[in-house]
């Protein structure tokens, strides 16, 4: 083979990897374990495009390396396979989501394939599998028959919350449950039926069916996430959402609410991310209060963060949704009030929370008290109050909250500055309004008013102190088809789950994918959608599990996918872990990494799993951004004007598809072909050619950006692609695709491969001994490589390696003991390549299984030093020296230069200066 045929290597050792599952991995207490992890991806039809694999290929490099350092090394990959998407396609054409799955799936396999990643295939999991989800629904059921109990800090069975009830009723109960559960002795629950203990214990459960507020989208037939919804359109489709309350699954994820807090100080992220968590989960401490209403017997509960303001207070809000509006709302307010709130409660909490141009309100006529001094306060109704955070409603005091005080200068409302110590020890800054004192709190710190403020409330039995989060439960529900059934029957209308050995619950066939004409989620389309048991047969639950279900655990399933007996061997799950390098998409950040590190937390609770948090490291990978390309129309014509020339014409940008420009040289037979209205196009040239227009964008198929890395791979190899893709910067930075770069790395693998053979392409390796500079351009490379991959500086390392075969080709190097510790090095980044060379080495053996070489200092330690000589105070020449030798022998080395003694011209010079190791100064 006398030129490097990539199209033949790199089949060639896919072939050779997949038949000889060389990446196979089972635990090996012989060896440290290291265990690497991807997001994995949603199976779209789109396939992959070249801004999908960054964060593969660097966890791929990452994989290959520690395998070479002595690491048994779990690399996996699966798919995240339910979803909104399949669903959408079945709606339209009426194929099963089964079916169009499965066919992305293929595409984004053998496209992951050519790419060429250390994926252990064997450990393959697809969240849509029965043989999957059915562990999905199991962990589902460990969670509805579990409680959280506040003293001991973890989940506990439900059963032993019975035993408790039966015993001692609820008084001395401290667990997460529901605001309203009331106390009830042993006798009395002895004495309730079961359709009565149930409902007591759905309070106490982790997970509980209940009235809940949510964005439902009648278009998508399902409720979103408040990610899902931008000013009150649906994310997807742009269809318009409200806000209503509906029977929903939930989680009781706040039940973890300090863990998830605390526990983020134990892992090894951005900090970045661990701020958008703490920021989500949102911890305030404060003192939960009651404002009575005026003539009515409904009360305003209030958590406030700083009581020490009270008299501050000049008003209270209620959010749109609060239960309070409709009973504290005159007939003279009513009509306006009822307009505000039906426009108010349907745009997201996202929006009301980042809005604060568009200040909005009513109000509803009602004044409540203040507790403190008995002051008269007007309730309003304000859109920047969420139902879900706190209580729904806040005592408002604009002197010292800016969203308070815009609201107030909009209306009109008083705004009264408190003067207290708190003003002198600059806790907060005033804005501006009337004065006053502070009554008994005047003169304090905050940290004593607020002391001696909730103190006065729990003497007066008006509140509590508090610790609130801002973040809610998390709603568990789709009405949708195509997610994981809930193994979820009704006896009475209260939920019971199914029998352990009818798991999986398998989706049913339905005749349409849309929700019933009742109005009931797609399952309520099916012929017999119910469950049997002795006692007679019940419906089971028609809504879905959410998207986030099978993503919360799958990084325990991949330790042991094909075990039918468990979620996962516990030998397994022990000797794996937790992820020690997981990289992803930092758009996660509050969904799926919140959910993860719940079930992994509660999955321990139950000692099912011995790690507390799923991923030790994680690296959020930048996004590569598409480079568009645009040809200028001239306007009212199909004559298409070259970039350099435009500006002497009146044209029209238009995208141009980048597969059909190369180095922004339009190809203009392909782009005559392209569409048909461009079949006649002209074209007004520079140079000959046409030079395209170039801008970064985000790759869409709408802006003709997207590359695929198949035919990157067709051209160039998918060695290329990888080497490219790290060569382009930083891992972690966004980064446009830009492929008039790649040639450059092509080349470098070209000439890599002319390092180990001749001229007419046969294998020339020498046996002789490495020279100092050889041996020190590979350490030096070996070093570069060891400590980029300690600081995941992949772009670095490419450089390096350019610089090696560069330095090496210089010196004509064919030495095996360079070229095959070479192998090695860029095998993590290049591996068709490497495994060949290696192959051609004579070894028999996967490159994979070579150990990596070691770096050895002595081999950078510089053993001569170039001397540069003045004669008089000029530079005249160097002289290359060894740095053993003493000032005399330099000297005398010197003195027998040819450069020297001419420039001497037969004179003895008057001083010679030598400084060991720096310069050689003569004076003549």
């Known amino acids: 083979m006398a030129e490097y045929n990539f ?5 060639k050792w896919q072939a050779y990897w997949e038949q000889n599952q060389v990446f196979n991995a089972q635990p090996d207490t012989s060896k440290p374990k290291f265990y690497s992890l ?7 039809g789109a396939g992959l495009h070249v801004g999908h694999p960054l964060g593969y290929i660097a966890s791929d490099i990452v994989t290959r390396f520690k395998r070479a350092k002595g690491f048994n090394v779990l690399h996996p990959m699966g798919y995240d396979s339910f979803g909104l998407p399949a669903e959408q396609y079945a709606i ?7 079916l169009t799955t499965e066919e992305n799936i293929s595409r984004y396999t053998q496209q992951l394939k050519n790419i060429g990643f250390a994926f252990d295939w064997s450990k393959e999991v697809r969240t849509s599998d029965p043989s999957y989800y059915k562990w999905t629904q199991w962990i589902f059921m460990q969670i509805f028959n579990s409680y959280y109990d506040h003293k001991e800090r973890k989940a506990k069975s439900i059963q032993s919350l019975i035993q408790k009830f039966k015993e001692e009723g609820n008084l001395n109960v401290d667990a997460a449950c529901d605001e309203d559960t009331p106390f009830f002795t042993a006798h009395e629950w002895n004495e ?5 203990q149930q409902e007591m214990l759905l309070k106490y459960r982790l997970t509980f069916l209940a009235e809940t507020t949510v964005n439902w989208c009648p ?8 990610d899902e919804v931008k000013d009150g359109y649906s994310e997807r489709g742009g269809h318009p959402v409200e806000r209503k309350k509906m029977m929903q699954w939930s989680m009781r994820i706040t039940a973890y609410a300090e863990r998830l807090l605390q526990d983020l100080e134990t892992v090894d992220w951005a900090e970045p991310i661990k701020e958008m968590q703490r920021n989500w989960i949102g911890k305030s401490i404060g003192a939960e209060m009651t404002f009575r209403v005026v003539g009515k017997a409904e009360k ?19 959010a749109p949704e609060s239960e309070l509006v409709d009973a504290l709302t005159t007939e003279e307010h009513r009509k306006e009030v009822d307009e505000y709130v039906a426009v108010a409660k349907n745009r997201s909490e996202r929006d009301r929370m980042t809005d604060v141009k568009h200040i909005t309100g009513v109000f509803t006529g009602s004044y ?3 507790p403190f001094n008995g002051e008269e306060l007007p309730i309003w109704v304000a859109d920047y109050v969420l139902a879900g955070y706190g209580t729904g409603a806040v005592m408002a005091v604009p002197a010292h909250d800016d969203r308070d005080y815009a609201f107030a200068k909009h209306f009109g409302l008083e705004i009264r500055q408190v003067v207290e110590g708190s003003m002198e020890d600059g806790a907060f800054s005033a804005k501006d309004g009337n004065i006053i004192n502070s009554d008994f709190l005047n003169g304090l710190s905050v940290k004593e008013a607020m002391k001696k403020g909730i103190e006065h409330l729990e003497d007066k039995k008006l509140g509590k102190a508090k610790i609130q989060y801002r973040m ?5 529900t789709r009405q949708r088809y195509w997610g994981e059934p809930l193994p979820v029957y009704f006896k009475d209308g209260l939920p019971y789950l199914i029998d352990e050995k009818d798991l999986p619950l398998v989706l049913p066939e339905v005749d349409k994918y849309l929700p019933t004409e009742d109005g009931e989620p797609p399952l309520g389309r099916a012929a017999d959608w119910t469950y049997k048991t002795s006692e007679g047969e019940f419906p089971l639950e028609k809504s879905t599990m959410p998207g986030w279900a099978g993503s919360s655990w799958y990084f325990f399933r991949y330790m042991d996918p094909k075990n039918e007996n468990a979620f996962a061997d516990k030998v397994k799950l022990d000797y794996w872990g937790n992820v020690d390098l997981y990289i992803g998409g930092a758009e996660h950040a509050t969904g799926h990494l919140l959910y993860s590190r719940f079930w992994t937390k509660f999955l321990y609770d139950l000692g099912l799993v011995n790690v507390k948090e799923p991923f030790q490291k994680m690296i959020n990978q930048g996004m590569i951004q598409g480079r568009s390309n645009f040809v200028y129309r001239v306007k009212g014509t199909n004559k298409f004007v070259s970039y350099g020339l435009k500006d002497g014409y009146d044209t029209s940008a238009m995208h141009v598809d980048v597969n059909i420009v190369y180095n922004d040289q339009l190809n203009l037979d392909k782009f005559k072909a392209w569409r048909p209205d461009l079949k006649d196009a002209e074209f007004i040239l520079e140079d000959g050619k046409y030079i395209c227009g170039s801008e970064v964008e985000k790759m869409s198929k709408s802006k003709y950006n997207v590359v695929n890395p198949d035919d990157i791979i067709s051209r160039y190899g998918a060695d290329t692609l990888r080497l490219y893709e790290m060569f382009l910067g930083p891992l972690e930075q966004f980064k446009p695709w830009n492929t008039n770069g790649i040639d450059g790395v092509f080349k470098f693998l070209r000439k890599l491969w002319n390092l180990y053979h001749d001229n007419n392409g046969n294998l020339a390796i020498s046996d002789e001994k490495a020279s100092p500079e050889e041996l020190k351009s590979l350490h030096k490379t070996i070093k570069k490589a060891e400590e980029d991959m300690k600081n995941y500086s992949f772009n670095t390392s490419v450089s390096s390696f350019m610089i090696c075969v560069n330095e090496l080709t210089a010196l004509k190097c064919n030495k095996r003991e360079i070229l095959e510790p070479l192998a090695i090095v860029v095998a993590p980044y290049a591996p068709h390549i490497a495994e060949e060379l290696w192959s051609r080495l004579g070894h028999t053996t996967s490159v994979v299984e070579a150990g990596y070489p070691e770096f050895k200092e002595e081999h950078l330690v510089e053993n001569s030093h170039e001397y540069p000589v003045s004669i008089n105070g000029k530079m005249r020449t160097k002289l290359a020296l060894p740095l053993s030798l003493n000032k005399a022998e330099i000297e005398e080395a010197a003195m027998q230069n040819e450069v020297v003694q001419k420039w001497l011209e037969g004179n003895q010079p008057k001083k010679v200066i030598v400084v060991p190791g720096k310069i050689i100064n003569v004076v003549v």
């Open 7 to 11: 199209q033949e290597i790199e089949k």
């Open 38 to 44: 991807d997001m994995f991806p949603y199976p779209s």
């Open 92 to 98: 339209q054409t009426g194929q099963h989501p089964a």
């Open 192 to 196: 309730f039926t079961e359709k009565q």
């Open 219 to 226: 278009a998508l037939g399902t409720v979103l996430s408040n």
């Open 300 to 318: 305003i509960k209030v958590f406030t963060t700083r009581i020490d303001t009270i008299y501050g207070v000049t008003y209270l809000a209620l």
């Open 368 to 370: 409540g008290v203040n």
């Open 472 to 476: 809610r439960d998390a709603i568990f």
